[in-house]
């Protein structure tokens, strides 16, 4: 066949005229240095705080230092497959998360992929890690209880939906055990929850997702897992994408629960890669943000005001200390950040008082709005007795000779301790709490020997959901404790008490 040149400029003229050139801005930089677990990059300009940043072989990283010449960025891999002189892309998206209903009952990692081996989690939404806390306008008072099922905290040291209560203590003192009972005690009472693990160990966290699986508890629970296995730029976001998605929930109305465990880690996480990106260290070599690092964090906590669902987040960050000292500086920070501490201690830990919350310098301090009016009435002298208690035990210990009235007190005292004691994995449902707590401070435990205490407890909770649902349900309901429904309490616990000393 013969063209001439007639036709072959004609023909392109036509194939140039359909040709649709889209203009795409990509910001292309290089790898300048290579830290652990970080990357300095030159050449990305347009590129914003927070931005995800893809590097080749599928690896993520996020910027976080933006400097005059480089951006420092944070690696989710730890693989080393990367070396200097590599291109990194900038993505234009700010670091995201899936969020919404599909990931509840999962196990996912710090950028939301599922671990669980239970395959895709297929969400429809995705949500910026990293969002502005609701301004005071669009917040409520806190008003709601969130049971924790714990009767020392329940009763002394409550906790509302959408506050922010520390669990602060030395390792091993049950301070994961308080923020899982709490979960398991959610069951029913529509409450989504999240519990996002920081730099733990891989196997702790297995543990936890077994147990929480043992008790029903993941059906209304996402878990969100980094380990100190992973890198520390996924302990670092951890929490953050947790938020998100526990965020997601409150935005639609409904009430979620987090807990931190643990923000100690967290710092040192975030440590390591400021220490790695050569930002000037400051006290106990942090970085000079790391007050913001937990309080914009914490502060997303928050009940909602009704023109913008009404919906709640109530966060549980959780504290380890080093000897007891709460002066250290994450711990004053995170306790000046909160409304609130649960402090546990390791004395009452080791002579049995578990859980081991001290009542007398943990404080809630917008909880007892939220308390049901029946329980702060029953509980309202519990602390000052315990206190009192306290004192004289120490007495007692030095002389014995004591007047009746010294001893009567001590005697009482010992069985609210005794009351107070509660094994884990078996958080209490709010009535039945009332009803013990009630049981002690009117005496009808002085005649029970101290060892028998934990048993006349479960005895009285079965009689109580074999004949007096409807006591139970009115105990919570009832506006205050009406001289009736003192003097029902009174004739079910005679009841009860007839029985059990026979
Ligand atoms: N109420 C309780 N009654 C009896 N044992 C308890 C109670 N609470 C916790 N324990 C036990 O105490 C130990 C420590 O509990 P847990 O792991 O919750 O502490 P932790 O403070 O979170 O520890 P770590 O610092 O290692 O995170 C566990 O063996 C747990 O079973
Ligand atoms: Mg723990």
């Not at 998100?244 to 923000?263: S, T």
């Not at 959780?318 to 000046?336: C, F, K, L, R």
């Not at 079965?462 to 009736?484: G, H, R």
């Amino acid at each position: 066949m013969q063209m001439n040149a007639q036709e072959i400029t004609e023909l392109l003229e036509k194939q140039l005229k359909d040709l649709h050139f889209k203009p795409e801005k990509v910001g292309i930089g290089t790898i300048v240095s290579l830290g652990d677990g970080v990357a300095q990059v030159s050449g990305l300009e347009d590129v914003k705080m927070g931005e995800m940043v893809e590097f080749p072989g599928g690896i993520y990283g996020m910027a976080i230092n933006l400097s005059h010449d480089t951006v420092g960025c944070i690696l989710f891999d730890q693989g080393g497959t990367l070396k200097e002189g590599d291109t990194a892309k900038s993505t234009g998206r700010v670091m995201e998360v899936p969020v919404g209903p599909e990931l509840t009952g999962r196990v996912v990692n710090a950028l939301g992929q599922p671990i669980d081996g239970k395959g895709a989690i297929n969400t429809k939404k995705f949500a910026p890690i990293e969002h502005k806390a609701e301004g005071v306008i669009h917040r409520k008072s806190v008003g709601v209880p969130l049971q924790t099922g714990i009767k020392a905290i329940d009763a002394m040291i409550p906790i509302g939906r959408g506050q922010r209560e520390l669990i602060i203590g030395d390792r091993q003192l049950g301070k994961t055990a308080i923020a899982i009972d709490t979960i398991i005690n959610q069951k029913g009472l529509g409450v989504q929850c999240f519990y996002v693990a920081i730099g733990q160990k891989q196997s702790t966290v297995a543990g936890i997702v077994k147990k929480l699986e043992e008790y029903g508890a993941m059906e209304y629970t996402t878990v969100v897992v980094g380990t100190s296995s992973d890198a520390a730029a996924l302990n670092f976001i951890a929490p953050y994408a947790g938020c998100a998605m526990a965020e997601d929930v409150m935005y639609a109305g409904k009430d979620a629960l987090i807990i931190y465990d643990d923000l100690t880690k967290h710092a040192w996480a975030y440590r390591e890669v400021s220490l790695l990106l050569r930002r000037p260290p400051g006290r106990e070599a942090y970085p000079g943000d790391v007050f913001y690092l937990h309080s914009r964090l914490l502060e997303r906590a928050s009940r909602l005001s009704d023109d913008i669902g009404g919906g709640s987040m109530t966060a549980l960050p959780i504290i380890e200390t080093q000897a007891n000292d709460v002066s250290a500086y994450i711990p004053t920070n995170v306790i000046s950040i909160t409304d609130g501490q649960l402090f546990l201690e390791s004395s009452m830990f080791y002579s049995g008082k578990r859980p081991a919350v001290n009542p007398g310098i943990s404080v809630s301090r917008v909880g007892g709005s939220a308390q049901i009016p029946v329980m702060k009435k029953v509980a309202g002298n519990l602390r000052l007795s315990l206190a009192q208690f306290r004192e004289l035990e120490s007495f007692a210990q030095i002389g014995s000779d004591l007047d009746p009235q010294t001893k009567a007190a001590i005697h009482r005292g010992q069985r609210v301790v005794e009351v107070l004691k509660q094994p884990q994995y078996r958080p209490i449902p709010v009535a039945k709490q009332i009803v013990i707590i009630y049981a002690v401070n009117a005496g009808v435990l002085d005649s029970i020997e101290l060892s028998q205490v934990a048993d006349f407890e479960s005895k009285l909770y079965n009689f109580l959901d074999a004949k007096y649902k409807d006591l139970q349900e009115s105990l919570v309901t009832s506006k205050k404790l009406t001289p009736e429904l003192e003097e029902q309490l009174k004739k079910v616990l005679a009841e009860f008490k007839d029985g059990f000393s026979k």
